[in-house]
């Protein structure tokens, strides 16, 4: 064991600067593939899809397939991933509170 922490592996797997984004674009609503995209600016389909693959692995989104013509698929967060919404949001106030110190360091060195 390593600091009390029973496990070396990490319970989120950040693969990507989209996850975050993603999850917090699911936050108040299930969404569409198309409206993901569109709120995602800049994120390629592929690297859309394969985020929402991992995501769904490990618990964190669902994906619900409509049996319609077209398909309708729909993600939403699970209680898995909603309960890491408040981590999130804490980790966006230290970095709001400590940003200029965190870069002014990273340039010292």
Same mark, same amino acid.
């Given at each position: 064991? $390593?600091? /009390? *922490? ?5 319970? !989120?797997? $950040? ?6 984004? !993603?999850?917090? *674009?699911?936050? =108040? &609503?299930?969404?569409? $593939? ?7 600016? /800049? !994120?390629?389909?592929? @690297? %859309? ?8 692995? &490990? /618990?964190? +989104? ?6 319609? +013509?077209?398909?309708? @698929?729909?993600?939403? %967060?699970? =209680? ?11 980790? *966006? ?15 010292? +060195?």
């Amino acid at each position: 064991m $390593f600091n /009390g *922490c029973k496990s070396f592996a990490l319970p !989120i797997r $950040f693969g990507n600067k989209w996850t975050g984004k !993603i999850l917090l *674009c699911l936050r =108040d &609503d299930r969404r569409r $593939f198309s409206e993901l995209q569109t709120a995602l600016q /800049g !994120i390629t389909p592929k @690297v %859309l899809a394969e985020s929402l693959r991992a995501l769904e692995r &490990d /618990g964190f +989104v669902s994906r619900t397939s409509y049996p319609e +013509v077209p398909p309708r @698929v729909e993600y939403e %967060l699970t =209680d898995l991933g909603r309960s890491l919404l408040e981590p999130m949001a804490a980790l *966006c106030r230290w970095t709001e509170a400590h940003l200029t110190e965190l870069l002014a360091e990273r340039t010292s +060195v």
